[in-house]
Nanobody, 127 residues
Framework: QVQLVESGGGLVQAGGSLRLSCAASGRTFSSVAMGWFRQAPGKEREFVAAISWSGSTSYHADSVKNRFTISRDNAKTAVYLQMNSLKPEDSAVYYC????????????????????WGQGTQVTVSS
């Protein structure tokens, strides 16, 4: 079982940066792929980024590639999303997510691959 708590959201001007953090607990943390999703009001929850259990493999949605970077620190049982060059269309509630133990990283590129969800943290980017 994995428990996830996000933090680091807030209000930022377009072009600015934020770093989201996800604090995780559970014995299986090091064996699960992790990811970030986001959901704007009235919109579907969409994939943002994912990272393997070892941190050696990562994927980023085309909409955030070269602007956002996912990382993890297994010693601290934490996952991060560094968000640079933020745009108003990045405004959403951002959710930390975890796969089933042993699942491939690619399964985290869609909602169906998520086993555990955090409660979300709001990111608002003003123009």
């Amino acid at each position: 079982q994995v428990q996830l708590v996000e933090s680091g959201g807030g209000l930022v001007q377009a072009g600015g940066s934020l770093r989201l953090s996800c604090a995780a607990s559970g014995r299986t943390f090091s064996s699960v792929a992790m990811g970030w999703f986001r959901q704007a009001p009235g919109k579907e929850r969409e994939f943002v980024a994912a990272i393997s259990w070892s941190g050696s493999t990562s994927y980023h949605a085309d909409s955030v590639k070269n602007r956002f970077t996912i990382s993890r620190d297994n010693a601290k049982t934490a996952v991060y999303l560094q968000m640079n060059s933020l745009k108003p269309e990045d405004s959403a509630v951002y959710y930390c997510a975890a796969s089933n133990p042993g699942a491939s990283t690619t399964t985290m590129t869609g909602r169906a691959g998520v086993r555990y969800w955090g409660q979300g943290t709001q990111v608002t980017v003003s123009s």
